[in-house]
């Protein structure tokens, strides 16, 4: 009797350990096909955002900017997209966190909360990169956590920022 009882619980641990893990192909194949958000959202948290590239060019950016490197910063968006449209250069970029840092010191680095991923259109997938950092605004001596978002596409074969949702 014990003996059957230690084969049936050695053949649920067997079964358990053999279901495949969600990846992120999976997730897109639900967003395609449709599958209900709640099953998709499911999906998605059972992975880590961090194991996304397109969030990890967010980070990189992020860390790049943040840190005052513009020029690794630069490379990560997608050119002519609405996002480098809006910097203009990488002088400009430059110009523009300066002028921030002035103000605000950004501490603790970045943080992935989330990750929305959208249909194929046209052959491009994006996805939603969300985000979060610490701040300290130097003129109101306090800590306050930015959040905010950037659309990451493969448009060119590789994830790059798109458009910024801040």
Not at 14 to 23: D, M, W
């Amino acid at each position: 009797m014990v003996r059957k009882l230690v084969c049936v619980m050695l053949l649920v641990v067997l079964a358990s350990c053999g279901e495949p893990k969600t990846t992120w192909d999976d997730v897109y194949k639900m967003v395609d096909s449709g599958e209900l958000k709640s099953k998709i959202d499911e999906a998605t948290a059972s992975l880590d955002p961090l194991s996304h590239p397109g969030a990890v060019v967010v980070k990189d950016y992020l860390e790049a900017v943040t840190n005052g490197n513009y020029d690794s910063a630069w490379p990560k968006i997608e050119p002519n997209s609405p996002f480098m449209t809006a910097k203009v250069s990488k002088e400009e970029l430059k110009k523009s966190f300066e002028s921030t840092k002035m103000v605000n010191r950004y501490e603790g680095g970045v943080s992935i909360t989330n990750i929305e991923v959208k249909k194929t259109m046209a052959g491009v997938r994006m996805i939603k990169v969300h985000f979060r950092l610490k701040v300290f605004d130097k003129v109101r001596n306090k800590y306050f956590d930015l959040d905010g978002a950037y659309t990451v596409s493969n448009l060119t074969g590789n994830w790059l920022i798109f458009s910024s949702d801040l």
